[in-house]
């Protein structure tokens, strides 16, 4: 009998190209899955499937009925999503070179669906509690962020990042990521104490929906208007095209996403419009990321399939 050689088996090994493509399927998959979380939200379908992991009592799939399907499909979802970050983690370990930034990235997205899952079959065993519904909500925004950076940083070089603007208009910037964590926090609060509780007899968060509400829309207001000033600040400096044109497609979804926001306000919570505005969220936060990213330089891979951005040779989402 011939003896094993373990130098026989290889695993297979992926391009810097392989890996940005399997990151960029993470990133909309991961903004499928807040907009069809928040479908099961607004059309009261949070207990469509009222055990878990199976859907009602030892069945895996739902019944032939509207509200089961919809949490069933949101459940498909998941799968799904899992399945891309096991695979964006498969590539990033075993890209050609190796690199461990990258790697540890797709390890958080692992580890992220892991806790959305299980936080997700807590959120169903609690009778859909709103403070476990939000933070269900801000854990999708941490992993879909954590699958943005994996995107564009999986075509560049592991080489130390370098900022192309100053140090003062990289505080800006940062201070405007923190005040968009602080709004999405608070519409989160919006949303669990407003009528939309995801299904019938869920308990809602115990606050005037109009306040937090007011509360919600005068940090919105403040970050437009931050990053207004920041693009002035940014001009002022003769920042690369890259950041500049990063940065008005940034204002240009807050201010779509300020106009749904009222739009909601004033249609009392309308379920169609609160969709748009989870759609908006999303986006507001690729492009908010990618915005960020682009003050900093990274040399591109040859073979990342990546195109160079503006002078800095910047790649992110967005360009």
């Known amino acids: 009998m011939q003896a094993y050689d373990p130098k026989a088996v290889r695993l297979p090994r992926f391009s810097p190209a392989a890996v940005r493509k ?49 949490e069933f499909t949101n459940r498909l979802v998941s799968a799904a999503v899992t399945l891309v970050s096991v695979a ?113 007899g869920a308990k809602r968060i115990p606050i005037a929906f109009r306040d937090i509400a007011e509360v919600h829309s005068t940090v919105a207001l403040f970050l437009i208007g931050l990053t207004l000033a920041s693009q002035f600040a940014f001009h002022h400096a003769n920042a690369p095209q890259v950041v500049l044109r990063r940065g008005r497609l940034f204002i240009e979804v807050m201010a779509l996403q300020g106009a749904l926001g009222y739009l909601q306000y004033f249609l009392h919570d309308a379920a169609w419009v609160v969709e748009f505005h989870l759609a908006g969220a999303t986006t507001l936060w690729i492009t908010g990321i990618g915005f960020y990213l682009s003050l900093y330089r990274h040399p591109l891979e040859a073979n990342s399939g990546a195109v160079a951005s503006g002078p800095t040779g910047a790649a992110a989402l967005g360009t």
């Open 22 to 70: 399997v990151a960029l399927v993470s990133v909309i998959c991961y903004a499928l899955l807040v907009v069809s979380g928040g479908a099961v939200r607004l059309t009261g379908s949070g207990l469509g499937c009222p055990d878990w992991p199976s859907c009602f009592q030892h069945h895996l799939t739902a019944v032939s009925s509207f509200h089961p399907i919809v």
């Open 88 to 200: 964006a983690l498969g590539v990033a370990a075993l890209r050609m070179p190796p690199r461990r930034d990258l790697t540890l990235l797709g390890a958080g997205l692992v580890a992220g669906i892991a806790a959305q899952i299980v936080l997700g079959g807590l959120v169903v065993l609690f009778k859909l509690n709103p403070y476990l519904v939000a933070l269900h909500f801000v854990l999708t925004i941490v992993i879909l962020a954590d699958a943005i950076v994996l995107y564009n940083l999986s075509g560049s070089r592991p080489t130390r990042a370098e900022p192309v603007v100053g140090r003062d208009l990289v505080r800006l910037a940062r201070l405007q990521l923190s005040t968009l964590t602080l709004v999405t926090v608070l519409g989160t609060v919006v949303t669990g104490a407003g009528p939309h509780a995801g299904g019938p």
